[in-house]
């Protein structure tokens, strides 16, 4: 187990255990295990890492044989890319002079009389924290406290952030508390929702425009960047971002610097980056529809915000929350009304949980209502999984194909409503072509032949 501070964290990145068997590996340890420089050390990530003789190099060596800038290293999604640049004496792995390569962890390079080895470094875990609310967030539950655990550590530095989370699971609140905990605290908390912008405005949105850029641009405008000088931006809904403006944010993220639209002028800026999504971003990159690079750009801390149907027992400390900021006293929170929540299995989340106790509030025809006194209504009865039952009056193969078909067909239903019947985006949820999709829903009678 890695210990945890926040020089690790910001060297290797940190994941809720939730997400940590679906992400791809962050970073690897280069060690130098022979030549003059034995037992140095540096981390390898997706921004190249120069190698060489030169004071400008990461990773210094004192090597004789070695160039001023010999090569440069990158995690990718294979391995390690080793580039060399154009070394006097070459670069060797398996006795190969080699110029571009991928390697695997694991490998060894040879570079003079120097040896360098890669070795993958896990992600850190983390034990819960002992608060029960963190900013806005308020719960204590084991998952809840892991969330806490990480944004303690992550809120004072500098890390990007993304928050995985469905719909009501309090994505833009916790983006305010590690905003409120942070360093920068004292300067604007920016919101751009990536799904509500346009396609072709989106890069304006982002990097601002100068008067003329565009059909409708009569004045200069400063992007989202600029506004959150800083301070802090919170993407909302990253992985709607077209491939095109995730390469020109990948370039700001890098270089600190954005470049309005039309302008031939570069400008600085200084701003931390949380972000968030309903989507799997792992199986987006994996279909090429988000870039590896951002992906591991962005995701230096990566946390999960579980569902409150995985934690029914936070509901109590949620209705006191939720009471609290009404300025009203909740009384007894007990009974059937309590039981009632407890087993609803909210698809709108905490969201819905606020937007049940204030139609309840304003439906009681009284100005401080207690909660035993609600009369709570949910726009649908609890139901348990209907998981269908196997029949094994069917030959082994026959069941199968029934059981996947009842599978495929709940599969896209759910799907096809979580996004609102949008084709593009259910099929970009689901890793499939929208064909295919498609096909899946007319199969099933989900959609009109």
């Not at 406290?145 to 809120?155: K, Q, Y």
């Not at 031939?264 to 949380?274: G, H, L, P, Q």
Request: charged share 25%; net charge neutral.
């Amino acid at each position: 187990m890695v210990a945890v501070d926040r020089q690790t964290l910001l060297e290797l990145g940190v994941a809720s255990t939730s997400l940590r068997p679906e992400i791809s590996r962050r970073s690897c340890l280069c060690v130098v295990t022979e030549g003059p420089d034995a037992g140095r050390e540096a981390v390898v990530t997706t921004t190249p890492l120069a190698v060489g003789a030169g004071a400008e190099c990461a990773l210094l060596l004192s090597d004789s044989l070695i160039s001023r800038r010999h090569l440069e290293l990158s995690l990718c999604a294979d391995g390690i890319r080793v580039s060399d640049l154009g070394s006097k004496n070459g670069t060797f792995h398996q006795s190969v002079r080699i110029s571009e390569a991928t390697l695997p962890f694991g490998a060894t390079l040879r570079l003079g009389h120097t040896t360098l080895h890669f070795i993958e470094r896990q992600r850190p875990r983390m034990s819960p924290s002992d608060r029960k609310r963190f900013g806005g967030m308020v719960g204590d539950s084991r998952a809840l406290r892991e969330v806490f655990a990480i944004l303690e550590l992550a809120s004072p530095t500098d890390a990007t952030v993304v928050l995985q989370g469905e719909s009501g699971t309090g994505k833009e609140v916790a983006a305010r508390a590690i905003h409120d905990h942070s360093q920068r605290a004292h300067g604007p908390l920016v919101v751009l929702d990536c799904s509500a912008a346009k396609e072709q405005l989106i890069e304006s949105d982002l990097f601002g425009h100068i008067k003329g850029a565009f059909t409708g641009a009569v004045s200069n405008r400063p992007g989202a960047f600029v506004q959150a000088a800083g301070g802090t931006l919170f993407l909302d809904e990253i992985g709607e971002l077209p491939l095109a403006a995730q390469a020109r944010l990948l370039r700001a993220l890098e270089e600190r610097t954005v470049q309005p639209l039309g302008s031939d002028k570069s400008v600085t800026v200084d701003v931390r980056i949380v972000a968030a999504t309903h989507r799997d971003l792992a199986a987006m990159v994996a279909a090429g529809t988000f870039r590896f690079d951002l992906y591991h750009r962005l995701a230096v801390v990566h946390v999960y915000l579980p569902p409150l149907r995985e934690r029914p027992g936070d509901i109590e400390a949620l209705i006191r929350h939720f009471y609290e900021g009404r300025g009203a006293a909740a009384g007894d929170i007990q009974g059937e009304g309590l039981q009632q929540l407890k087993a609803y299995p909210w698809p709108g989340n905490v969201r819905e949980l606020r937007n049940v106790l204030e139609r309840a509030w304003v439906l009681s025809g009284t100005t401080a209502p207690r909660f035993t006194d609600l009369r709570l209504w949910l726009t649908e009865a609890p139901t348990k999984t209907n998981e269908p039952a196997l029949d094994t009056h069917l030959p082994y193969k026959e069941a199968k194909e029934h059981w996947l078909s009842l599978f495929e067909e709940r599969y896209a239903a759910a799907v096809f409503e979580l996004h609102q019947k949008n084709l593009t985006h259910a099929a970009l949820h689901a890793g499939i072509a929208r064909r295919h999709f498609r096909r899946l829903l007319r199969k099933h009678g989900l959609i009109a032949p």
